[in-house]
């Protein structure tokens, strides 16, 4: 039985169109890190991290600039959310822990 033309042109293209897309692929994967990782200065600021109280924070990090604290009713689902700003970050904390630090 003869093979078809068009079977064996899909045969030798298929592996070269792969590998074209490989490197996209890669660049893709590459960028795909948080955007706090990619910083520079991330790397060489200590920041808060998840989980230390508010007294943690002003120990270490000092007064913040200011402070914003959630509206509304304090429910089970919807804790107390306040906001430290300390100018180039500012830091969440849900109830008394810090939950984010994001970088400005």
């Keep these: 039985m003869k093979t078809p033309t068009w079977l064996l042109s899909c045969a030798l293209c298929l592996p070269l169109a792969l590998s074209s897309s490989l490197p996209q692929v890669a660049y893709a994967e590459r960028g795909a890190e948080p955007s706090a990782l990619q910083h520079s200065v991330y790397k060489r600021t200590a920041y808060p991290r998840r ?18 604290v959630s509206q509304g ?29 994001v970088i400005h």
């Excluded at 989980?51 to 914003?68: C, D, E, I, L, N």
């Design 51 to 68: 989980g230390a109280s508010m007294q943690q924070v002003r120990k270490r990090f000092g007064k913040p600039h200011s402070v914003k």
């Design 73 to 101: 009713k304090v429910k089970q689902k919807w804790p107390k959310i306040t906001a430290w700003d300390y100018g180039s970050y500012t830091v969440y904390f849900e109830r008394s822990r810090v939950l984010h630090t």
